[in-house]
C-alpha cells in the first residue's frame, strides 16, 4: 500500500481513485492509513465481503491475499493481480501501464 502511496500523484493524474481495503476493523485500519501517511482510503471489511467476493480472503493466514483490481468507471474489472506473499505486489510502472490501455 505505502508504494502507492509513493506514486499516488502519477495515478490521480491518469484519474485514478485508489482504494485499499484490509480485514481488520475501522479503527485500527484508520491507524495503519494514518501511519503508513497514505493519502488515500484505507476501507475496512472486517466481515469479508468484499474480499470474499474478489477470491482473495486467505483463510489459513486469516488476512487478504495481496491483490490488485482495476475496475474502470462502469464498475467492469480490466485488470488483476494477485499476489502469492504479502510483498509480491506489481510495481506502480507495470500498474500504470494496464491503466493507459483502458479507454
Known sequence: MAGL????????????EILAIS???PEK?????DKL???FSLLSDA????????GVYDADGK????????VDKKGIVRWTYIGKDKSDRPLNDVLLSELGKIE
Do not use: C, Q, W
Request: glycine share 8%.
Open 29 to 33: 485500519s484508520r491507524e495503519m492509513a
Open 37 to 39: 501517511g497514505l493519502p
Open 5 to 16: 502511496a509513493t506514486d499516488y500523484d502519477k495515478f490521480k493524474s491518469a484519474g485514478v
Open 23 to 25: 480485514v481488520d476493523g
Open 47 to 54: 466481515d469479508h465481503k468484499v474480499i470474499n467476493a474478489y
Open 63 to 70: 488476512i487478504s491475499k495481496p491483490a490488485v483490481f482495476v
